[in-house]
């Protein structure tokens, strides 16, 4: 008899409804790395244009201030939903 083929007792097979559960985590969670840039990011191209629109210079730190306070606040939102789960 071949047993090369045969899965290993200690090794189980992952069925297609796991695998598909884990890149639903994956998609689910993935985006945490980049929410806090992008709103970062976010708030400085509008403080930016804020600041060309009125010929100021202030603007700018304000959304970059914000865009971080967003950010952190839908960071706290997707773990606070994730410890739920």
Do not use: Q
């Not at 695998?19 to 985006?31: E, F, M, P, Q, T």
């Not at 930016?48 to 950010?71: H, N, P, Q, R, Y």
């Amino acid at each position: 008899m071949d047993d090369r083929n045969k899965p290993s007792p200690e090794t189980p097979e992952e069925t297609p409804e796991e695998k598909k559960n884990v890149w639903l985590l994956v998609a689910r969670y993935g985006h945490i790395g980049f929410i806090l840039p992008a709103c970062v990011f976010i708030g400085l191209l509008i403080g930016a244009a804020f600041d060309k629109w009125l010929g100021t210079k202030s603007f700018m730190l304000v959304g970059i201030i914000l865009g971080s306070v967003a950010g952190f606040v839908e960071l706290i939102r997707v773990m606070m939903k994730a410890s739920r789960e």
